[in-house]
């Protein structure tokens, strides 16, 4: 069965995707020894070797001149305020911790947007038990005298931390557009598979696009084409990475559906990796196996291809 394309597509939601990436990130020479030391309830900073303007948290550079810093220092772990906004997450603030000429990033603790005010006084608050990352510092709350006295040479007690844990993630939306979204559409409320036909060669894309991938002209009709085809080729996947949606091993396949001209990428079940290595061959007919209660409007809808063993 087909259809002109002068019939609207229906609206199809956006694919919510999300990167996530897990690594670790090395700390460098000075920024070991600040996360270090806050296992000792210190805050470290350093001097410049240029133009000898104290940096808070502790840097090997500085940022101001270039030069390499050349000492390391213990901070007092009071000072104030010069900068404050509201999150979700509670207010964070820019900290000058006195006798430094740099700010340093962290939350006010107990406090609200309103009880804070540039020049307004802050103390350090300590985790009660030490992780070895920058929470060990737990924070900061209002109060806390000044000091006068000269930052002190350090005298490391505690062991660098050389690596940090860290996880990058992105959160997006993917919009199907008018081909897929149609194609989708069509999956989650009528288990139909759907692909474009080219007025030019007459070959049935699936899944559907706008141009044909042959002749680069506007395709002309949206065609049904069977839930039945042949296995073109395949690949026994054992490796996990960042995306993966099957736990490995399993097949993975491009099958050519009966009406359709192009490859359809999905996984075979029903047979275990060692079993598909022995019997599996292109040209094998296989069959959709649709997932009984599953309506996602995604070929997941589809839980795999199975061989047809009667073919």
Not at 50 to 74: N, W
Not at 200 to 229: F, H, I, K, M, Q
Not at 282 to 303: C, F, N, Q
Request: charged content about 25%; glycine content about 10%.
């Amino acid at each position: 069965m087909s259809q002109g394309l002068d019939t609207a597509p229906t609206d199809a939601p956006a694919f919510a995707g999300r990167i996530a990436l897990p690594y670790k990130l090395t700390a460098g020479g000075a920024a070991s020894r600040f996360l270090g030391e806050l296992s000792k309830q210190r805050i470290v900073g350093t001097r410049c070797g240029g133009c000898r303007r104290v940096l808070v948290p502790a840097q090997d550079f500085c940022g101001a001149c270039g030069e390499a810093t050349d000492t390391l220092l213990s901070m007092p772990p009071t000072g104030e305020v010069t900068a404050f906004t509201e999150t979700a997450n509670g207010v964070i603030a820019f900290v000058r911790i006195d006798g430094a000429d740099t700010d340093l990033a962290h939350r006010v603790l107990d406090a609200a947007y309103g009880d804070l005010s540039i020049g307004a006084r802050v103390e350090a608050v300590w985790a009660d038990e030490p992780q070895g990352t920058m929470l060990d510092l737990a924070g900061f709350r209002l109060g806390g005298e000044p000091s006068t006295d000269e930052p002190l040479e350090l005298v490391p007690e505690a062991e660098p931390v050389l690596e940090q844990p860290y996880r990058l993630q992105l959160d997006y939306q993917h919009a199907y557009g008018p081909y897929y979204g149609r194609l989708f559409d069509e999956l989650a409320t009528s288990r139909r598979i759907l692909g474009t036909r080219c007025p030019s060669c007459d070959n049935v894309l699936v899944p559907p696009r706008e141009l044909c991938d042959l002749c680069y002209v506007r395709t002309g009709e949206w065609v049904d084409v069977a839930d039945t085809g042949v296995l073109q080729a395949f690949s026994v996947i054992h490796l996990e990475f960042v995306g993966q949606t099957r736990e490995p091993p399993y097949v993975y396949a491009e099958i050519v559906l009966d009406g359709a001209a192009t490859r359809l990428i999905h996984t075979i079940g029903g047979i275990s990796a060692e079993e598909a290595v022995e019997r599996l061959k292109p040209g094998m007919r296989v069959r959709a196996v649709w997932k009984e209660d599953a309506h996602t409007g995604t070929l997941a809808d589809i839980e795999h291809f199975e061989l047809i063993e009667d073919e």
